[in-house]
T-cell receptor, first 115, second 112 residues
Framework: QQQVKQSPQSLIVQKGGISIINCAYE??????FPWYQQFPGKGPALLIA?????SEKKEGRFTISFNKSAKQFSLHIMDSQPGDSATYFC??????????????FGEGTQLTVNP | DTGVSQDPRHKITKRGQNVTFRCDPI?????LYWYRQTLGQGPEFLTY????????KSRLLSDRFSAERPKGSFSTLEIQRTEQGDSAMYLC??????????FGQGTRLTVV
C-alpha cells in the first residue's frame, strides 16, 4: 500500500527558477511531514519539515506548503541552483513524540537544475 | 564524527551467503531505525529499536533477516541465505525523542 504518492518523477529546471514537487498522503494519522534531499551514494538528509497545524513553513530558499483538507503538501525551491540537483523525497510519520515514528517515504523526484 | 556511521559502505556477496551490517548511531540517540532502499525508490521501513528493545518489524523483514541492538548502542542487521532480491541500499537512522531522524550513508549490498 503506497501511502505517500509523489510527483513528478523527474524535474528539469533552469538556474534561478522555481522547483515544485508535490506529495499526497492517505493516512490521516500522519502529523509530521519532512522533506529529504539525497545525493548519489549518500543517505537522505533532512531539508525541512512541517506539522499540520500550519499551512506554510519557509527556511531559506525552501518552502513547504500544506493543505490538510486535500491531504497534500509540496516543496518549493526558490532560485534553484545547480547544486540543488539531487533526488528529493517527501515523507510522513505520526510524529517524533510518538513511540516508533517510522517514516513512510514517497517514490522520489530527481531534480536537475541546468546552469 | 558525530554522525550515524554504517559499516561496510559496500558489500558484494554470493547468493546463499550470510551478511551482517553494523550501524553506530549518534551516542545520545535512543531510537534506531533500519530502512531498505532499492534503486529509484524511496526508503522502506524495516525495523525500529527504542534503546535495546525491538519494538516494530515490517512485513518486509522475512525470517532470513534479523536485527539486534545489544545494550542500546550499536545495531547489527543480518541477512541469511542472501538472494538477488536482497540487493539494495540498507540505511540506518537514529534520533532522540522529539528530535529529527539522522540517516547514515548506508551500506550498498550487491548479491551476485
Amino acid at each position: 500500500q503506497q501511502q505517500v504518492k509523489q510527483s513528478p518523477q523527474s524535474l528539469i529546471v533552469q538556474k534561478g527558477g522555481i522547483s515544485i514537487i508535490n506529495c499526497a498522503y492517505e493516512n490521516t494519522a500522519f502529523d509530521y511531514f519532512p522533506w529529504y534531499q539525497q545525493f548519489p551514494g549518500k543517505g537522505p538528509a533532512l531539508l525541512i519539515a512541517i506539522r499540520p497545524d500550519v499551512s506554510e513553513k519557509k527556511e531559506g530558499r525552501f518552502t513547504i506548503s500544506f493543505n490538510k483538507s486535500a491531504k497534500q503538501f509540496s516543496l518549493h525551491i526558490m532560485d534553484s541552483q545547480p547544486g540543488d540537483s539531487a533526488t528529493y523525497f517527501c515523507a510522513a510519520s505520526t510524529g517524533p513524540e510518538t513511540s516508533g515514528s517510522r517514516l513512510t517515504f514517497g517514490e522520489g523526484t530527481q531534480l536537475t537544475v541546468n546552469p | 564524527d558525530t554522525g550515524v556511521s554504517q559499516d561496510p559502505r559496500h558489500k558484494i556477496t554470493k547468493r546463499g551467503q550470510n551478511v551482517t551490517f553494523r550501524c553506530d548511531p549518534i551516542s545520545e540517540h535512543n531510537r534506531l531505525y533500519w530502512y531498505r532502499q532499492t534503486l529509484g525508490q524511496g526508503p522502506e521501513f524495516l525495523t525500529y529499536f527504542q534503546n535495546e528493545a525491538q519494538l516494530e518489524k515490517s512485513r518486509l523483514l522475512s525470517d532470513r533477516f534479523s536485527a539486534e541492538r545489544p545494550k542500546g548502542s550499536f545495531s547489527t542487521l543480518e541477512i541469511q541465505r542472501t538472494e538477488q532480491g536482497d540487493s539494495a541500499m540498507y540505511l540506518c537512522a537514529s534520533s532522540f525523542t522529539s528530535s529529527r531522524d539522522i540517516f547514515g550513508q548506508g551500506t550498498r549490498l550487491t548479491v551476485v
